[in-house]
């Protein structure tokens, strides 16, 4: 699916960020009009926001700033929300009819992951997303049920992620508010404790933890005291009552010790209320990496159900994430969970036969080429409903 295309701008100044509106009925001003037939040519409309059309040229019924020569709209829906730029850029920034939803905040990060599948730039970003964001969040419908804060690591916007997290809470108060970290920063507890002010359960944070063995993490991280750093971030979180999920990315380096991780987990992080076991996504520094990282997901099932039905044995919440379910021991199925955006979301030809395939994650789309050796339709099963 795509989430930018691009055209020629005219009269867009600074970066424009509105609502995609088609019917002529719902038009204010934070409207951006979708013009893709003749319909429009004729109309005269209220103030709006901008224009977006696939016509050669910017129509002569509205004064407003404009982005025409699209090649294509169609991946847009009523109501999503966009951002418009000088460079005729259009980008995505949330779909409506998606409950994959995030907010980028910056592509810097503190850390250089042999498996980031969005490996971090220094471009200096903070402060143009966050204007972006905050022109963003208000528009957000109400009735979102969970958004994610992501980059980079969000943590480097120093107080402007407090400020930013003030303003979520306040525009949409009953939306679940997931920040994906590191966590380094908040071993830091001044930092920390500005959390105690936003006053909401409603915040939790995504942290990865690669290996019980700090050289191991270290390594994965690249960054020398990451593990400690993230150790003591977590253990700062649960002094503060915040909520907390565990992240491990399952790869080569450190599948042998995942054991070890989830006793690791349990004696020294039990206050997480989620642990995520996730299967690499084949993109960015994962691509690069394939040779040291990659593993066969059957190569590894025994492992991974050792460690899953440890943590479960004993109360803590677990998940398994991106896996195939013809790649899981049956006994894995029931904390198998459809994680994969459905915007990268892909199925291959092997599945059009699988009986089980609506209750399966699928593929990403970029590991259409390297995946699972054991990739085969199973027959029909029924589901316990819980």
Not at 74 to 90: F, I, P
Not at 262 to 278: D, G, S, T
């Amino acid at each position: 699916m795509r989430l930018q295309v691009r055209g020629n701008p005219s009269g867009v100044k600074g970066t424009i960020v509105g609502r995609v509106v088609r019917d002529a009925r719902k038009l204010d001003e934070h409207s951006i009009v979708l013009v893709e037939d003749d319909f429009w040519m004729t109309s005269r409309s209220k103030e709006v926001s901008a224009v977006i059309t696939t016509k050669d040229s910017p129509l002569p019924g509205f004064g407003a700033p404009t982005i025409y020569a699209v090649p294509a709209l169609d991946h847009l829906d009523e109501g999503d929300l966009v951002s418009l730029d000088a460079s005729g850029n259009v980008n995505t920034l949330y779909r409506v009819n998606s409950v994959h939803n995030a907010v980028l905040v910056t592509e810097t990060c503190n850390s250089k992951c042999l498996m980031c599948s969005q490996p971090p730039k220094r471009n200096g970003d903070i402060a143009y997303l966050f204007d972006i964001n905050r022109k963003l969040i208000p528009l957000i419908p109400k009735t979102c049920r969970e958004i994610t804060i992501t980059g980079g690591e969000p943590t480097l916007l120093g107080d402007a992620l407090f400020e930013m997290l003030r303003i979520l809470v306040k525009e949409l108060p009953e939306t679940e508010i997931h920040v994906l970290t590191n966590g380094r920063k908040f071993a830091r507890m001044d930092f920390a404790a500005k959390l105690e002010g936003l006053e909401t359960t409603r915040i939790s944070f995504g942290v990865p933890l690669y290996s019980d063995y700090y050289g191991v993490h270290d390594y994965i991280v690249q960054a020398e005291s990451a593990f400690n750093q993230t150790i003591l971030g977590l253990h700062n979180l649960a002094r503060l009552r915040q909520r907390i999920e565990l992240r491990v990315v399952l790869q080569k380096l450190t599948i042998e010790r995942l054991e070890k991780l989830a006793h690791f987990i349990y004696k020294n992080l039990p206050f997480a209320e989620h642990v995520a076991f996730m299967a690499l996504e084949n993109i960015g520094f994962a691509r690069y990496n394939s040779d040291l990282l990659w593993i066969d997901p059957c190569d590894y099932r025994e492992l991974l159900s050792e460690a899953v039905l440890y943590l479960d044995s004993f109360g803590m919440n677990v998940s398994i994430f991106n896996h195939q379910l013809c790649t899981l021991p049956e006994e894995l199925w029931p904390f198998a969970r459809k994680s994969i955006s459905e915007w990268k979301r892909i199925y291959l030809k092997e599945c059009a036969a699988c009986g089980v395939r609506q209750r399966c994650g699928g593929f990403f789309e970029s590991c259409r080429d390297l995946h699972s050796r054991g990739i085969h339709p199973i027959g029909h099963r029924i589901f316990d409903a819980s």
